[in-house]
């Protein structure tokens, strides 16, 4: 019997197939392995791509916090600088009202006491008229006992009379006596001297120390002094001492130095009465002649600022105060437009004091 051949599993062929199997997963898995690396890289690069965007938006969004938060400062800042400005706003407001309701008292008390004057007025005239039928014989015309220099004729006034044994006259020198209006004032005071020894009013002023001079006794002393921040003399070296009355030379010196006078500065009335104590024996008779109520105290302020109607009334009444005991004003007032409060203010200082007030018209004396 024939022996039969053996079959070989693992042969030649066999083996050329399970290498070349083999070789072929083997390349298959390099391809694949080399796009998955290739796909892993551009993955990569669009990661650090957006990453890089996303750096860049947080370091813009960065910039802008600042600028928000500087922008927030700014911002609570002006709130707090506008509600400060509001509170203020509000506390003037209502300093405002109470002001507006203190000058509407005011106003009707004045109003009142306007009334009650012209009552007073009516019953003067009606009394005055009753006289002027019974009187048959017309009044003396008045004897002045010298000529003020110039030899103007000078005509009277009822009412104020020179008859101190020693007369102390008080004349505003201040830049509000340039004119009535206080815008004309304003203009005036920055003129030369001429221009404001020339102004309309400051001449009536000087005009009107000219009358009182034309009056004065023969048997009394006189003095004039003037003043708007402080009070002078006008004859420098008589400061304190009394002139007398019956010599015509200090009188004609005395306008000769009012002519000199020029319109400054403020008023300070508290410092005019200063004067009534500077001269041995004190005057029994003082006639001011002003256009005002005082817009300053006895030392300037330390900020200048605009002083309303109220400061100036408290200015009077501190200036009142200060006066001697038992001492008379007369009182001249050649009124500044607008200034309503001097009028009753003055009157009410004349009429406490026992003297004369006097408005007089523009073409006096």
Request: charged share 25%.
């Amino acid at each position: 019997m024939r022996k039969r051949r053996q079959t070989e599993v693992f042969s030649l062929s066999f083996l050329d197939c399970i290498c070349c199997g083999f070789g072929a997963v083997i390349l298959f898995y390099m391809i694949i392995s080399a796009q998955s690396g290739v796909e892993r890289i551009r993955k990569t690069e669009d990661l650090a791509s957006q990453v890089r965007l996303l750096e860049e938006q947080v370091l813009e969004g960065t910039k802008n916090l600042v600028v928000l938060r500087n922008a927030l400062t700014r911002a609570t800042s002006e709130t707090v600088s506008a509600s400060s400005r509001a509170t203020r706003l509000i506390e003037q407001l209502q300093k405002e009202r109470d002001q507006g309701s203190i000058y509407d008292d005011t106003t009707i008390a004045r109003r009142e006491h306007i009334e009650k004057l012209k009552a007073d007025i009516r019953s003067l005239e009606e009394s005055t008229r009753r006289l002027e039928a019974a009187s048959k014989d017309a009044g003396p015309p008045g004897d002045a006992v010298k000529i003020a220099k110039g030899g103007a004729d000078r005509r009277y006034i009822t009412g104020l009379r020179m008859r101190g044994r020693h007369i102390l006259v008080l004349v505003d020198a201040s830049a509000s006596m340039l004119d009535e209006d206080i815008v004309n004032v304003i203009r005036l005071r920055n003129t030369s001297d001429e221009s404001r020894r020339a102004a309309a009013k400051w001449r009536r002023g000087v005009r009107t120390v000219g009358w009182l001079a034309a009056q004065i006794p023969a048997a009394s002393k006189f003095q004039v002094y003037r003043f708007d921040t402080k009070p002078v003399p006008l004859l420098a070296d008589t400061a304190g001492k009394w002139l007398s009355g019956g010599e015509q030379a200090p009188i004609d010196r005395v306008l000769e130095e009012m002519d000199k006078v020029v319109p400054q500065n403020g008023t300070s009335l508290v410092n005019a009465f200063g004067a009534i104590r500077q001269l041995s024996p004190a005057p029994d008779q003082v006639i001011l002649i002003t256009d005002g109520l005082p817009t300053q105290g006895a030392t300037p302020p330390a900020i200048r600022r605009y002083i309303d109607a109220r400061g100036r009334l408290r200015l009077f009444d501190d200036a009142v105060k200060a006066l001697p005991p038992r001492t008379q004003i007369d009182v001249v007032l050649l009124p500044m437009r607008g200034d309503n409060p001097a009028a009753h203010a003055f009157w009410r200082l004349a009429r406490n004091a026992g003297g004369a007030y006097i408005m007089p018209s523009k073409d006096w004396p």
